[in-house]
């Protein structure tokens, strides 16, 4: 309706425009020898005309001297009975030279044609225009039922398992299903099935989409690809239709892979939600579950799907028979994430002098996605300082910049909030430092990052998927080591610390409700749930009585009490090492590892333990 509205109104103002174009042409434009029918009366009785030429109701006057004028008479009315009108009587027009010609030429039949066509011609418009519309309406909605499925060209951006950094055993499960595809034989003549389903499950930003683009450079079938949120609409039924419409389309092309990426979006248990057995999303996973299970022995058509929630799909779509394989794509260890930049770094300048092997340890955590961020941020930094090459140091400040987001030097801070900043870091660091269990200090600074005044980075020797209960004390005990520091030095607190508390207070809750290191013995406590309502919420339920709440609840102010008591240790005996730190600080602004740590030599710090 907006468009054709739109075509409406530029319909009518290109009618105005040939209106003021043509009525330019056809109106008289007033000459110096116009003269009105009073006029040429006057001068016809003074006997100053010699002739006049009659072309429609346009008169063309010849003068005595030489000279000639216009004029112009009246609609249906003769010259004669014009002029007599005004007393120039027949006889005096005797001695006068009158021709009568017809109007001829361009200017003669626009003003013919243009009355009578011009409206037929813009109405014509208008109504092509609508039934254009009404034509397109009706081609979608004989479209709507079908999926927007797209077949994947392998000649654009192609990629293969030999671009896709670490992911061994997931490259191993789809390389399997690659050669299933390219030599089925092999695997049948030994009695083995074509896997339904492939799920790809991990966290955002680990390479599920890659490396379904990478099965794809890989096998020479075609290859379609389309987003769960496409197929879900308004209309229930829309989503099954589209369903049966892709997947009738991969069956065509078989051999073939169909990717489904974030499945999720329809994949969701079923009866969870709102709207029932009846809801569209549920009918679009009905018939996904349908067509998946309905394959024949020699459909070879593999179903490739990816989610970051698997935790939330439905049962049905996870049994035998649907998505046979899961494969699980986990955060790159130090190894893969060193090869997951030179991937990234390939076609960026980088000094000779670069080690992605040192980036690579200041970056445990970071998914695929972040690294690829971490070296286009790198890249940005040196363009910014007009340099062409990227140095260490732009990899290491677009570390800092993914981790806390970028720096504010330009935010005016007083000197007192300054040194109260300082010494907070001062005190993390000291607490980090001091402590036999802690990761070691790889920088300090008290520059602002993104919401952070300042910042203590440190970071693990070695990868590690899990942690003690001696790790999480000391990580609680840094944690209040930057409030210590406050209360030691200026004996008061401030809002500085209000997010280390935050995440203190959840630390020590999890260690007495979630991993059964309190005195409370081996229980969890609390069911969380996730609802989904106007959102994403999650609820706890209460599973334990009130006075095991009580309990829970000493024990979590057990675990802050003790992590105070040790930091309060720290700062009170080591009072002058935290001193030079802050100091430091303030003249600096930021310390790098090896600067810290020859800072403390002379206080010759030894490593404690703490003990619950």
């Known amino acids: 309706m907006k468009i054709l509205y739109k075509n409406f109104l530029w319909a009518i103002i290109t009618f105005l425009v040939l209106a003021m174009l043509f009525s330019g042409l056809l109106v008289n434009q007033e000459l110096a020898g116009t003269l009105s029918l009073s006029e040429t009366a006057e001068k016809i009785k003074n006997g100053e005309v010699a002739s006049i030429t009659i072309m429609g109701n346009n008169l063309e006057i010849g003068l005595k001297d030489g000279g000639s004028a216009r004029a112009k008479k009246e609609d249906e009315a003769s010259l004669t009975e014009t002029l007599e009108n005004y007393g120039v009587y027949p006889e005096i027009l005797q001695g006068i030279s009158i021709e009568v010609k017809e109007e001829s030429g361009f200017r003669f039949w626009l003003g013919i044609l243009i009355p009578?066509?011009?409206?037929?011609?813009?109405?014509?418009?208008?109504?092509?225009?609508?039934?254009?519309?009404?034509?397109?309406?009706?081609?979608?909605?004989?479209?709507?039922?079908?999926?927007?499925?797209?077949?994947?060209?392998?000649?654009?951006?192609?990629?293969?398992?030999?671009?896709?950094?670490?992911?061994?055993?997931?490259?191993?499960?789809?390389?399997?299903?690659?050669?299933?595809?390219?030599?089925?034989?092999?695997?049948?003549?030994?009695?083995?099935?074509?896997?339904?389903?492939?799920?790809?499950?991990?966290?955002?930003?680990?390479?599920k989409t890659m490396l379904a683009r990478a099965t794809a450079g890989e096998s020479n079938v075609p290859f379609f690809h389309i987003s769960a949120s496409e197929l879900v609409e308004m209309f229930v039924g829309v989503g099954a239709s589209r369903v049966r419409d892709a997947f009738q389309t991969a069956k065509k092309a078989a051999p073939s892979i169909l990717f489904i990426d974030e499945i999720d979006a329809v994949g969701r248990e079923r009866g969870a939600g709102l709207g029932g057995g009846h809801d569209e999303r549920e009918q679009t996973l009905n018939q996904i579950l349908v067509e998946m299970d309905g394959f024949e022995r020699d459909t070879r058509v593999v179903i490739v799907a990816a989610t970051n929630r698997p935790d939330i799909l439905d049962s049905a779509l996870l049994r035998p028979g649907r998505f046979d394989r899961r494969v699980v794509l986990d955060l790159p260890d130090i190894k893969d994430r060193e090869e997951i930049l030179k991937i990234h770094a390939k076609d960026k300048p980088?000094?000779?002098?670069?080690?992605?092997?040192?980036?690579?340890?200041?970056?445990?955590?970071?998914?695929?996605?972040?690294?690829?961020?971490?070296?286009?941020?790198?890249?940005?930094?040196?363009?910014?300082?007009?340099?062409?090459?990227?140095?260490?140091?732009?990899?290491?400040?677009?570390?800092?910049?993914?981790?806390?987001?970028?720096e504010r030097k330009s935010r005016v801070i007083s000197e007192r909030?300054?040194?109260?900043?300082?010494?907070?870091?001062?005190?993390?660091?000291?607490?980090?430092?001091?402590?036999?269990?802690?990761?070691?200090?790889?920088?300090?600074?008290?520059?602002?990052?993104?919401?952070?005044?300042?910042?203590?980075?440190?970071?693990?020797?070695?990868?590690?998927?899990?942690?003690?209960?001696?790790?999480?004390?000391?990580?609680?005990?840094?944690f209040l080591g930057g409030y210590t520091a406050e209360q030691e030095v200026f004996e008061d607190?401030?809002?500085?610390?209000?997010?280390?508390?935050?995440?203190?207070?959840?630390?020590?809750?999890?260690?007495v409700t979630k991993y059964g290191m309190s005195d409370l013995g081996p229980m969890t406590f609390g069911k969380a749930e996730e609802m989904i309502f106007l959102g994403r919420e999650i609820a706890v339920e209460k599973d334990y009585s009130e006075e095991v709440a009580a309990k829970i609840d000493k024990e979590v102010h057990k675990f802050i009490d003790l992590a105070h008591k040790t930091a309060q240790k720290i700062i009170g005996s080591r009072r002058k090492a935290?001193?030079?730190?802050?100091?430091?600080?303030?003249?600096?602004?930021?310390?790098?590892?090896?600067?810290?740590?020859?800072?403390?030599?002379?206080?010759?710090?030894?490593?404690?333990?703490?003990?619950?």
């Open 493 to 511: 607190i401030s809002t500085g610390a209000s997010n280390d508390l935050k995440e203190a207070s959840h630390l020590a809750k999890s260690l």
């Open 116 to 207: 009578a066509l011009l409206p037929i011609i813009i109405i014509g418009a208008i109504f092509w225009m609508i039934f254009r519309q009404a034509k397109t309406g009706a081609s979608q909605v004989f479209s709507f039922g079908k999926s927007n499925i797209r077949l994947f060209a392998p000649h654009k951006d192609r990629i293969t398992f030999k671009d896709v950094a670490g992911l061994k055993e997931a490259k191993q499960e789809l390389e399997e299903v690659v050669d299933f595809l390219k030599n089925p034989k092999k695997f049948l003549d030994l009695g083995a099935k074509i896997p339904r389903g492939v799920l790809l499950m991990g966290n955002p930003g680990t390479g």
């Open 350 to 406: 980088l000094e000779k002098e670069v080690n992605l092997n040192k980036v690579a340890v200041r970056t445990p955590g970071f998914s695929g996605a972040d690294l690829a961020n971490l070296i286009n941020e790198s890249a940005i930094l040196a363009a910014r300082k007009n340099r062409k090459v990227i140095i260490q140091q732009d990899l290491y400040d677009s570390v800092e910049k993914v981790l806390l987001g970028p």
């Open 417 to 478: 909030e300054k040194k109260i900043t300082a010494y907070h870091e001062a005190g993390h660091a000291l607490v980090t430092a001091s402590l036999k269990d802690a990761d070691p200090v790889h920088k300090i600074s008290i520059v602002a990052r993104g919401r952070a005044g300042g910042y203590t980075l440190k970071l693990p020797l070695e990868e590690a998927r899990l942690r003690s209960k001696k790790q999480f004390l000391a990580d609680l005990a840094i």
């Open 578 to 612: 935290l001193d030079a730190i802050a100091n430091e600080l303030v003249k600096k602004e930021t310390l790098e590892q090896e600067e810290f740590y020859n800072l403390l030599k002379p206080f010759n710090l030894k490593p404690l333990a703490i003990t619950a």
